[in-house]
């Protein structure tokens, strides 16, 4: 079965710095693209980053490029979202979510984790 | 940046009605369009990819259809499950982009 299980959320002052991480299993994760979304309480969703399957190509959106790093751990199974300058906005839920193939940002996005939890605030 | 207006924003239908949700791109994306579904407090799962490809496991009373800028999706035949919020999302230009999502509700 495949299964993504997110971790790291929790509470955080503006400005702090958190890593989540993705732990992936029932697939080749090593084959596979891997993403961030998250999702502000009560409303949709906000593509973040996108890694390519050997971790060498990455995509950001505006709204985290150079706050957020995305990278993972292939031997590990392991996605991991840094994220620096934390803002009252970036709170809300945050998804990992597995493409369809290998390649970053061009594929959809066919599992998705519970979600793991972000609230910055002082 | 490639923006998504999905319409309606909500709907309410019986159990058994036609459900049918429209998703315009601001610009042309090819067929390079998905639909996902988020049920109340639920991760979103992929129900059609590619505008029209029916995801493994998903029932077949949901399709897709539409190319270019226009797309459409539809419930044959609203289930009590099918209470959730839609979403399509686009992958032929970065950054990936959502529409504003479709709350569905029974009647």
């Known amino acids: 079965e495949v299964q993504l299980v997110e971790s790291g959320g929790g509470v955080i002052h503006p400005g702090g710095s958190l890593r989540l991480s993705c732990v992936g299993s029932g697939f080749i994760f090593s084959n596979t693209a891997m993403n961030w979304v998250r999702q502000a309480p009560g409303k949709g969703l906000e593509w973040i980053s996108s890694v390519s399957s050997s971790g060498g190509i990455t995509y950001f959106a505006d709204s985290v490029k150079g706050r957020f790093t995305i990278s993972r751990d292939n031997s590990a199974n392991t996605l991991y979202l840094q994220m620096t300058t934390l803002r009252a906005e970036d709170t809300g839920l945050y998804y990992c979510a597995k493409a369809m193939g290998a390649v970053a940002g061009w594929h959809p996005f066919d599992m998705w984790g519970q979600g793991t939890r972000v609230t910055v605030s002082s | 940046d490639v923006q998504l207006t999905q319409s309606p924003s909500s709907l309410s239908a019986s159990v058994g009605d036609r459900v049918t949700i429209t998703c315009q791109a601001s610009q042309e994306i090819n067929k390079y369009l998905n639909w996902y579904q988020q049920r109340p407090g639920k991760a979103p799962q992929l129900l059609i990819y590619?505008?029209?490809n029916l995801q493994k496991g998903v029932p077949s009373r949901f399709s897709g259809s539409g190319y270019g800028s226009k797309f459409t999706f539809t419930i044959n035949s609203l289930q009590p499950e099918d209470i959730a919020t839609y979403y399509c999302?686009?992958?032929?230009?970065?950054?990936?982009?959502f529409g504003g999502g479709t709350k569905v509700e029974i009647k």
């Open positions: 590619d505008a029209a």
């Open positions: 999302q686009q992958y032929e230009i970065l950054p990936l982009t």
